[in-house]
C-alpha cells in the first residue's frame, strides 16, 4: 500500500494572540498529503479540513488503538483502494483552556472562526498546492 505523509506545523495566529482566555496562538496541525504529492510538483489537490469535536484537537486524529485506525491510516487504505480521490487533509487545534474546540468568534475565547477561515486557509493555500477555491475545499 502507498502512503501519504503526514507533516506537523507549527502554525503562530495573528488573531489568537493575546486572546481572552489566554490560550497559546501558535498550534500544532497536522497536514496529511496524499501518496502523488511529493511526484507530482505541478499537480494541485481538494483540502478536506477535519474539524475534531468538543474536547479534542486534530492531533488526536492520529492516534491509533486496537479498535480503530488513526485517520491517516484510513486516509491511505481509501486512497489506496481507490475509493477515494487523494486530497489534502488538514487537521486544525482549536482547542481552548475551557476544554472545547472553538469554531467561532467569541469575545470570552477569541476569534477562533477568523484563525480557522480567514488565517489558516490562506497560509494552507499559500504553502501547499491546493485547489485554491471554494467548490475545492470541504
Not at 474546540?101 to 484563525?115: F, L, M, P
Request: charged share 25%; aromatic share 8%; net charge positive.
Amino acid at each position: 500500500m502507498t502512503r501519504g505523509n503526514v507533516q506537523v506545523i507549527e502554525f503562530e495566529s495573528e488573531v489568537l494572540r493575546g486572546n481572552p482566555a489566554g490560550d497559546p496562538a501558535v498550534r500544532r496541525i497536522p497536514v496529511w498529503t496524499p501518496p502523488s504529492y511529493a511526484q507530482d510538483a505541478k499537480r494541485r489537490y481538494p483540502v478536506l479540513y477535519v474539524l475534531s469535536g468538543f474536547t479534542r484537537r486534530g492531533r488526536m486524529l492520529l492516534n491509533d488503538n486496537a479498535w480503530s485506525p488513526s485517520l491517516d491510516d484510513r486516509l491511505d487504505r481509501l486512497v489506496s483502494s481507490g475509493r477515494c480521490g487523494e486530497m489534502i487533509v488538514v487537521m486544525p487545534d482549536c482547542l481552548t483552556r475551557y476544554g472545547g474546540s472553538q469554531y467561532v468568534n467569541s469575545s470570552a475565547t477569541g476569534r477562533y472562526a477568523d484563525h480557522l477561515a480567514e488565517e489558516l486557509v490562506g497560509w494552507i493555500d499559500a504553502n501547499f498546492r491546493t485547489r485554491a477555491t471554494r467548490e475545492a475545499r470541504g
